[in-house]
Every structure is written in structure tokens, then in C-alpha cells.
């Protein structure tokens, strides 16, 4: 439910501003969050690393792992719902991109500003399966200033905190991986407490193999 809850409304969003705002069109909320239309080939918050077409399938291939890590531990009892619930907000995550990726290049046109994109084109998208554009909005610029001139490399310019813009499913992996970071790395050791678990067995089965015997070699006196 977590994923195909964050994985609605991430896309829902992102067909939303697609088809009602113009590429670079922005729209101030308050003085410290926008709504501002950007897209990008790349990774989360407008990175981007290596061929297009390499990161999609990576991302596919991450998934499904995930999923399927999911399916094998979701009944496991020494996995919590929280530590279920972070792996589920970072699936959708990345989910939620790969679905810009592979289909948004066919489904959506891309016009020039200030027209906006048509959801299946009479005349076909911009791109091909697999190389669609990734859609980001959320933007938070929290506040700003301009570093002092005596500065060495950054004297005289103007700095704004919180640059990058994200989208929901952005978020859903950040907010997974802190979590995550915070209170489940011990669950990336599971073979060391089976073996710590299996230490302590064989330390009682030895306490026990001695005091038998000790019994016997008191009865044999």
C-alpha cells in the first residue's frame, strides 16, 4: 500500500504540472516554496551520471530487487513494519522515476514555452521508450544572501538555500535512506547475530556436555 500510494501520487503530480505549466514556468506558494516546472536525464535532484539509457535499466534492475527482497522478508518477524515501510518509500521512489523514464518520451510532446505538453500527442512524444525526461516541481528556496566581497572565490555572489528541485518520489527515497541510515543499519549484518545465535548455542551444548560429565565421573566414584 505504501508503494502504490507514493508511486499515485508522485505521478498524479507530475501529470498535473506537466500538462498545466510550461517548461521553467514557476509558481510561488509562499516566499520559501515554488512550484516550478524543470526536467531532467538524470539522477535524483537533477544529477546526473553516465549514459541515459544505462541509468534506466540500473534503476530497473534496482527495483526489482528491492521488490523482490520485500516479498522475501515481508513475514520474516525480526524485520519490523518501519524497516518495511523505509524499504517500501525508496522501491516507490524509485519507482515512481523510472516511470518518467521509460514513458513519458512516447506519451508526452514537448512543446516551446509558453505552450504546455499534450498527455498522448496526435503526432507522437518527444522521445523514444526508455529515454523520457525525468519531471521535477518542488522547490524550496528557504532563504538567501550575498557573501561578503572580501570573500576568496564567492565574494559578491548571491546564494540561495535550498537550491534543487525535486518531486515527490525524490523525496519518498531521501526520506527512506534517513530512516534507514538513522535506526536499520544493524539489518545489514544479519549473518553476524545468526552466528553470534549460533555461538551461544554451541557454548550451552558444551557447558552441557561437561556437566554430564562431571555427573557421570561423580557416579562412577
Known amino acids: 500500500m505504501v508503494i502504490l500510494l507514493v508511486i499515485i501520487a508522485d505521478q498524479a503530480l507530475k501529470i498535473w504540472v506537466k500538462t498545466h ?18 526536467e531532467n536525464n538524470g539522477m535524483a535532484f537533477g544529477m546526473e ?11 530497473i534492475v534496482a527495483v526489482a530487487a528491492l521488490i523482490w527482497i520485500i516479498c522475501r522478508i515481508h513475514r ?3 524485520y519490523t513494519v518501519g524497516f518495511m515501510v523505509t524499504l517500501a518509500l525508496i522501491t516507490a521512489g524509485a519507482a515512481g522515476n523510472i516511470i518518467d523514464c521509460v514513458f513519458y518520451g512516447e506519451i508526452f510532446n514537448n512543446p516551446p514555452p509558453p505552450e504546455v505538453a499534450q498527455l498522448f ?46 518531486n515527490l518520489a525524490d ?5 527512506g535512506m534517513f530512516i534507514f541510515i538513522f535506526f536499520y543499519t544493524r539489518y545489514l ?33
Open 189 to 221: 549484518s544479519p549473518v553476524k547475530e545468526e552466528n553470534k545465535d549460533a555461538g551461544k548455542e554451541d557454548s550451552r551444548m558444551n557447558e552441557c556436555t561437561s556437566e554430564q560429565v562431571n555427573d557421570s565421573q561423580r557416579v562412577n566414584e
Open 121 to 166: 500527442p496526435p503526432d507522437g512524444g518527444y522521445g523514444t521508450w526508455l529515454h523520457g525526461r525525468v519531471v521535477d516541481m518542488l522547490y524550496f528556496p528557504l532563504c538567501s544572501w550575498d557573501w561578503p566581497s572580501w570573500m576568496p572565490w564567492i565574494g559578491g555572489k548571491h546564494f540561495i538555500f535550498f537550491q534543487p528541485v525535486f
Open 21 to 38: 505549466f510550461y517548461l521553467g514556468e514557476d509558481y510561488r506558494i509562499t516566499d520559501w516554496f515554488q512550484i516550478y516546472f524543470i
Open 171 to 175: 523525496a519518498a527515497i531521501t526520506v
Open 49 to 59: 551520471l553516465g549514459s541515459k539509457l544505462l541509468l534506466t535499466l540500473v534503476r
Open 76 to 78: 520474516d518477524e525480526r
